[in-house]
């Protein structure tokens, strides 16, 4: 493997418990590092699952997965926890935040479960708060907001705090799944725009999970997941 | 760890009302739990430390419980008198050490009035064989002396030399007091936490003279003995209540016992204190049985509110767990943080009950202690009441901690089922 690769997926096979049908058969899938992918299907066709495999949340029935060279299927799910700790931020659709967390302590949340992610985050001499108060910041949300609890801000500003959550202690995977969709199609632009500098102001590597293909020209590959799963020729098994 | 403790309290501030209120469920039942325990145990002891050093307790043959109860403890319902010679024959006895006649039936203010003779003072046990001891005063003397348990003079603040007026009967009503012949009080007897101490003690001669001209329950209408005048007549009594007997061997008890039984003059019975005691509990054994039993379920039932509250609460905290899990957390991290939530209202609502329960008992202690004549330890607790008290939130706990894991384990699959992406 490269050593640029960030992740790579070879003959991937899942199927949930206690069913027959694969959900996902993907005999390769592959990012080098820096690179912005966009993985899109219709609902239901895996792309959720596709993301908690690669996260390590989810074991695979078959193949591998690496995480930067590290086969997650020879790890223990508590190495697995770990490593998606330290390597990977997470932008979900919606509901993205803690409730009861104001908005710094969102932001700062994966320096409390990973101490590399906290080192990373204060390389550059900055405290943890200032790191995340500068993240905030470049990702225009207003300073007034920043002690208030999650649930004060808006959607879109949501998303602001969740993609700054996601950038802390510079992970070198940023998986989005389906950030925008609950946006207009201004704020899809913006968010994309903001999204996708800051990845590349910390260096990371972006899979960006949507529906919407309209968003698929911010990216260079444009990943269809119905065509790379051979299980979705048949009958689609991911939805339980 | 230190983290999720810090996520544990915040998410449980956010839920803070309904969490206040399981947490106000789980310690009203620790209270009637553990306040059902107080009492049971503080009655039982309250009521055996009542007479002590007493081999027998005689009384005219009918049920040994409600002769108990009505001679010791100024409950329940008035029992048939035994004849004065009867109890003279007892007294005179040669295996007999001392006597005390006992004479009920008259009130004062709502407090059991006692006929009884001066060996009263000097042979009466109670508790751990304490005597009774003068807090002001001393032991009657003259027929209209009495002398006020310590509730008494406390809750009626009468002090030495106080006229008091008796009531026939227990009512206490005014048209039925024995007003002609008032009493003065010549002594005040130290607290005893025994009834005791709800009690106006008067000699029998006393109890003789204020009835002189009663009849049939009444005063006898154009005739009336002014106090001065009572000593003309015969003031031996014709009966009294029951009779207190202490043995010079208390190996004697069983054959006393049955001479008393075996009696033909008069158809006695001679009980045992302790042994009635424990017929009495055997009785009432079982309704605090099933006190406990309801109690315990109260318990449950809280503790089963909080299953439902924190798994109702689960199902929209899945993203939230779902988040928690993407930044790294393990899901019996999850398991812990849900556990943990369950345990600390656990703990909170004992806390808060045992609280409640405190100042409950301080509050109604010396009401209880007024009204009903039992002596509550209240704060006071023995260190075998401790470790009783000790064990008892012990269960409730573990019992709240088991309830706690369920909504932790159910925390725990979810967290495995669901991935990054709960399936609500």
């Not at chain 1, 801000?153 to 799944?177: K, M, N, T, W, Y």
């Not at chain 2, 029992?79 to 040669?94: D, V």
């Not at chain 2, 006692?114 to 304490?130: E, K, V």
């Not at chain 2, 329960?357 to 009441?385: E, R």
Request: charged content about 20%; overall charge neutral.
């Amino acid at each position: 493997m490269n050593s640029e690769t960030v992740f790579a997926i070879t003959d991937l096979i899942f199927r949930w418990p206690r069913q027959d049908a694969v959900c996902l058969d993907l005999p390769a899938l592959r990012l080098q590092r820096g690179e912005h992918a966009f993985l899109h299907g219709p609902s239901g066709c895996g792309k959720s699952t596709l993301l908690s495999l690669i996260g390590g949340v989810l074991a695979p029935e078959n193949g591998r997965i690496e995480l930067l060279g590290e086969d997650l299927g020879r790890l223990r799910s508590t190495q697995r926890d770990r490593r998606r700790a330290d390597h990977i931020g997470f932008v979900f659709q919606q509901f993205n935040l803690v409730p009861y967390l104001p908005v710094i302590d969102n932001v700062l949340l994966p320096c409390r479960f990973s101490a590399r992610r906290r080192e990373r985050a204060q390389a550059g001499g900055a405290s943890l708060r200032g790191e995340a108060e500068r993240l905030l910041g470049h990702l225009d949300l207003a300073r007034d907001l920043w002690r208030r609890p999650a649930t004060d801000l808006s959607v879109g500003q949501q998303q602001r705090v969740a993609a700054a959550r996601a950038l802390i202690g510079h992970p070198e995977l940023l998986i989005a799944d389906e950030p925008t969709s609950a946006l207009d199609a201004g704020r899809q632009e913006v968010f994309l725009d903001l999204l996708l500098r800051e990845a590349n102001a910390a260096g990371s590597t972006v899979l960006f999970v949507s529906h919407d293909r309209r968003l698929a020209s911010h990216f260079v590959h444009d990943l269809a997941l119905p065509t790379l799963n051979r299980a979705s020729h048949g009958e689609t098994a991911c939805t339980i | 760890m230190h983290y999720l403790i810090v996520l544990a309290v915040r998410s449980a501030w956010n839920r803070r009302y309904t969490l206040g209120f399981t947490l106000l469920s789980i310690a009203l039942a620790t209270s009637l739990l553990v306040g059902v325990e107080r009492l049971r145990h503080d009655v039982r002891e309250s009521f055996s430390q009542s007479v002590s050093g007493t081999d027998l307790l005689v009384g005219a043959r009918a049920s040994p419980v409600q002769l108990m109860l009505y001679a010791v403890f100024r409950i329940g319902e008035a029992t048939q008198n035994m004849r004065w010679t009867s109890a003279q024959k007892l007294a005179n006895h040669p295996a007999v050490a001392w006597s005390i006649p006992l004479s009920l039936g008259d009130s004062h203010r709502g407090f059991p009035v006692l006929g009884t003779s001066a060996d009263y003072f000097t042979h009466f046990r109670y508790g751990d064989r304490q005597p009774l001891r003068m807090q002001a005063g001393k032991p009657f003397d003259g027929i209209f002396d009495a002398v006020l348990g310590a509730e008494v003079a406390r809750k009626l603040g009468y002090r030495l030399g106080e006229k008091i007026v008796l009531a026939h009967g227990g009512s206490g009503l005014e048209g039925a007091a024995h007003a002609d012949k008032p009493f003065f009080v010549v002594g005040i007897l130290a607290p005893t936490g025994t009834p005791v101490d709800r009690t106006v003690h008067i000699p029998l001669p006393g109890m003789e003279a204020i009835h002189l001209d009663w009849q049939g329950g009444a005063p006898v209408p154009g005739f009336s003995i002014p106090p001065a005048l009572v000593r003309k007549f015969d003031l031996t009594p014709k009966t009294i209540t029951a009779q207190l007997i202490g043995l010079k061997q208390r190996g004697d008890v069983f054959a006393m016992q049955r001479a008393i039984a075996d009696d033909s003059d008069e158809a006695l019975m001679g009980v045992m204190p302790g042994v009635t005691l424990d017929q009495f509990w055997e009785l009432v054994g079982q309704g605090e049985q099933a006190l406990l039993l309801i109690s315990w379920m109260v318990a449950l039932v809280g503790l089963g509110g909080l299953v439902a509250v924190i798994l109702a609460s689960l199902d929209a905290r899945r993203r939230e767990l779902a988040i928690l899990r993407s930044v790294g957390a393990r899901p019996r991290e999850l398991l812990f943080l849900l556990a943990l939530e369950g345990f600390s209202v656990t703990v909170g609502g004992i806390v808060v009950g045992v609280a409640l329960l405190s100042a409950l008992l301080v509050l109604a202690t010396p009401w209880i202690a007024a009204h009903y004549g039992i002596a509550l330890n209240g704060l006071k607790l023995s260190g075998d009441d401790v470790t009783s008290l000790a064990a008892l939130l012990g269960w409730i706990l573990l019992a709240g901690s088991v309830a706690s894991l369920l909504p932790g384990w159910r925390a725990y699959r979810l967290s495995l089922i669901d991935g990054l992406t709960p399936r609500t």
